[in-house]
C-alpha cells in the first residue's frame, strides 16, 4: 500500500516538471518572438523616420530670395533687358549646389517660355571678387564673355545678346566655387535676346531647379519702366 502511494506521489513529480520544461520553453519561444516583433517595429520607425526627414528635406526649398528683384530698363521701349533676383541659403537649410550642370533655371513670360536657360561656363563660383552684374557679364566664368553683349551697360544702343540667358555671380563666394553656402550670397542675372524683353504690365517668372530640396520660384509682374534701374518687390 505504501509502496502505491509513493509510486503516484513520484508520477506526479514528474508530470510536474515536464510541465514547467514546456512552460518555460513556450515562454522561451515567446520571448523570442516578442524581440523579434519589437525589432521589426524599431526597424519600421526607424525607416519611417529616415523617410519622413528625406521627405521635409525634399519638400522645403533650398533657396530664398535676400533681398528685391531688380530690373534693368530700357525707357525709351519701355522694357527690361536684364533682370536680377539675389539669392541665398534658405533658413536652416544646408549648402546648395548652383553649378550649370546639377541646376536648371526655367523663365516664363506672357509671350516665351524655355525649359533651361542656364548654361555651362556662365556661373562664376571662382570669382568672389564680382561685385556688379554688367562686370559678371562681360568676363564670364573663364576670363570670356559667356554673353555676347552687355544689355545692362549699354542700354538703348539696339544691340541684344544672342540668346536669353541666366547666370550666377556672387557678391560673397567664401571657398570660390560653385556651393552657395550659408553666409554667401549670390545673384542671378537674366538677360533677353531681342524680342523676349518683358514690357509694362509683363508677369516675368523663373524657376530654380537645384539637385536638392524644392525648385524656387520667382513670379513678378513688370511696373511702368520710367527709371534705367526697377524695382521690381
Request: with cysteine; hydrophobic share 40%.
Amino acid at each position: 500500500m505504501n509502496s502505491a502511494v509513493r509510486s503516484r506521489k513520484t508520477r506526479r513529480g514528474v508530470i510536474g516538471i515536464e510541465s514547467a520544461i514546456v512552460m518555460i520553453a513556450f515562454v522561451i519561444v515567446a520571448a523570442a518572438l516578442a524581440f523579434v516583433v519589437l525589432n521589426m517595429g524599431f526597424s519600421t520607425t526607424q525607416k519611417a523616420k529616415t523617410a519622413i526627414s528625406s521627405s521635409v528635406t525634399e519638400s522645403s526649398s533650398a533657396l530664398e530670395i535676400a533681398g528685391k528683384v531688380t530690373g534693368f530698363g530700357d525707357v525709351a521701349k519701355s522694357q527690361l533687358n536684364a533682370t536680377m533676383i539675389p539669392l541665398k541659403v534658405a533658413g536652416g537649410g544646408d549648402a546648395v549646389s548652383l553649378d550649370p550642370t546639377l541646376t536648371d533655371i526655367k523663365y516664363y513670360s506672357n509671350s516665351v517660355r524655355y525649359d533651361n536657360i542656364f548654361g555651362v561656363g556662365c556661373a562664376l563660383g571662382s570669382s568672389g571678387n564680382v561685385i556688379n552684374a554688367s562686370y559678371a557679364i562681360k568676363i564670364g566664368a573663364t576670363g570670356k564673355a559667356c554673353i555676347d553683349h552687355d544689355p545692362i551697360t549699354n542700354l538703348g544702343d539696339n544691340q541684344y545678346p544672342n540668346g536669353t540667358k541666366a547666370m550666377v555671380y556672387w557678391d560673397v563666394n567664401k571657398n570660390n566655387n560653385n556651393i552657395l553656402d550659408v553666409g554667401e550670397h549670390a545673384d542671378l542675372v537674366i538677360v533677353y535676346k531681342n524680342g523676349d524683353q518683358p514690357k509694362q504690365l509683363d508677369t516675368v517668372k523663373a524657376e530654380i531647379i537645384v539637385p536638392t530640396g524644392s525648385a524656387l520660384t520667382i513670379e513678378r509682374q513688370v511696373p511702368a519702366v520710367t527709371e534705367t534701374t526697377v524695382d521690381l518687390g
